[in-house]
């Protein structure tokens, strides 16, 4: 299986900051990365596709990065609503496997 | 617009069989161009892919759960199936369906609310 490691696991940032999380894959997986958004008690949201490609309706403070094994979620200007965790997901090969996830809070 | 919504029993004594079911709506069960998938989150934790089905019967399962999981698809009723067997309390989690195209490496794009399981006697 791939292991997906996400860091940190948790952060708390201030409304305007830029905040980044990162996701490495214990292998290559191309551009094969997908981030979501988990509000608590919801379901996760799709944010970012092959790595760098904005779902509709995404705001264009997230943004995605990274190829091979490393990967960055990067949010330009954090707002109240962004609480919430974040995980990356690679779609290389089965079995589908997802990071630990990365709790952003704000202060 | 593709919609999913889980059903399942809420609660599951242990050593019995899981089943919970996922209804589709705006699109057809049959349709070949997409996954259909399930994932579960134990409480405070992270996301496990559990299996999916395609072209109305062929699957792909987590091999962590293999030997324990049958997913199925009932055409009739626009829905597909999850049945996990002999549980324990560490398969208690929310359960989600969600579906995603059968393209190259595409994300999870849909995603049911989904439903909490909990196991106990």
């Known amino acids: 299986d791939i292991q997906m490691t996400q860091s940190p696991s948790s952060l708390s940032a201030s409304v305007g900051d830029r905040v980044t999380i990162t996701c490495r894959a214990s292998q290559s997986i191309s551009s094969n990365l997908n981030w979501y958004q988990q509000e608590p008690g919801k379901a996760p949201k799709l944010l970012i596709y092959?790595?760098?490609s904005l779902q509709s309706g995404v705001p264009s403070r997230f943004s995605g990065s990274g190829s091979g094994a490393d990967f960055t979620l990067a949010i330009s200007s954090l707002q109240p609503e962004d609480s919430a965790t974040y995980y990356c997901q690679q779609s290389y090969t089965t079995p589908l496997t997802f990071g630990g996830g990365t709790k952003v809070e704000i202060k | 617009q593709l919609q999913l919504q889980e059903s399942g029993p809420g609660l599951v004594k242990p050593s019995e069989t899981l089943s919970l079911t996922c209804t589709v709506s705006g699109g057809s069960i049959t349709s070949s161009i997409y996954y259909w998938d399930w994932i579960r989150q134990p409480p405070g934790k992270g996301l496990e892919w559990i299996g999916n089905i395609y072209n109305s019967g062929s699957t792909d399962y987590n091999p962590s759960l293999k030997s324990r999981v049958t997913i199925s698809v009932e055409k009739s009723k626009n829905k597909f199936s999850l049945k996990l067997s002999s549980v324990t309390a560490a398969d208690t989690a929310v359960y989600y369906c969600a579906s995603r195209l059968r393209t190259t490496a595409t994300p999870f794009d849909r995603w049911g609310r989904g439903t909490l399981i909990t196991v106990s006697s």
């Open positions: 092959a790595a760098s």
